[in-house]
T-cell receptor
Framework: GDSVTQMEGPVTLSEEAFLTINCTYTATGYPSLFWYVQYPGEGLQLLLKATKADDKGSNKGFEATYRKETTSFHLEKGSVQVSDSAVYFC????????????FGRGTSLIVHP | DTEVTQTPKHLVMGMTNKKSLKCEQHMGHRAMYWYKQKAKKPPELMFVYSYEKLSINESVPSRFSPECPNSSLLNLHLHALQPEDSALYLCASNPKAGGQNEKLFFGSGTQLSVL
């Protein structure tokens, strides 16, 4: 079945540091890929998405590129802020006709001033 | 209106109580979901409603009973819960029932504690 593997957290950074959160997937067919973010006490919200190979999703300074050859969708940001502290979930959907997303375990990001 | 609204935000209940969680969206979305999320874990799918009909039940115990009275409203009725059912319950919606490229819109959740 489909699966998403994320790096284990927490990831702890100082403000303005470079961020990478790794995400790899296993799927049949051609899934759509997503990054969701969950701030404390809130639900998940979409950060960015990519629907086909080599697409780059971007939002609020975050970027991720759909790499079919390495089955990866790593999240990056050039300069993190304290307000980016949250849990980040990689997800896929769309294989086998299913529109139900498969989520990774989530990676907690803590940014210190 | 681009929100999914969940009420209540917090709920404490005993194991013999009956309570209900409510979820509303007025975006015209045709698929609505219930998820359960334990601390430091990803959301786990419980139920999916597609065009107001239950399309997926992920083998959820019968003490959880979903209801979709109309296209904007989704309820989760709770009865005789166990302490291990304590979790954040998230509602989500999707513009299209079969839209693989569409994002999910999540509510802020109901934090449930079962004593």
């Amino acid at each position: 079945g489909d699966s998403v593997t994320q790096m284990e957290g927490p990831v702890t950074l100082s403000e303005e540091a470079f961020l990478t959160i790794n995400c790899t997937y296993t799927a049949t067919g051609y899934p759509s890929l997503f990054w969701y973010v969950q701030y404390p006490g809130e639900g998940l919200q979409l950060l960015l998405k990519a629907t086909k190979a080599d697409d780059k999703g971007s939002n609020k300074g975050f970027e991720a590129t759909y790499r079919k050859e390495t089955t990866s969708f790593h999240l990056e940001k050039g300069s993190v802020q304290v307000s980016d502290s949250a849990v980040y979930f990689c997800a896929l959907s769309g294989t086998g006709g299913s529109y139900i997303p498969t989520f990774g375990r989530g990676t907690s990001l803590i940014v210190h001033p | 209106d681009t929100e999914v609204t969940q009420t209540p935000k917090h709920l404490v209940m005993g194991m013999t109580n009956k309570k209900s969680l409510k979820c509303e969206q007025h975006m015209g979305h045709r698929a609505m979901y219930w998820y359960k999320q334990k601390a430091k874990k990803p959301p786990e799918l419980m139920f999916v409603y597609s065009y107001e009909k239950l399309s997926i039940n992920e083998s959820v115990p019968s003490r959880f009973s979903p209801e979709c009275p109309n296209s904007s409203l989704l309820n989760l009725h709770l009865h005789a819960l166990q302490p291990e059912d304590s979790a954040l319950y998230l509602c989500a919606s999707n513009p299209k029932a079969g839209g693989q490229n569409e994002k999910l819109f999540f509510g802020s959740g109901t934090q449930l504690s079962v004593l």
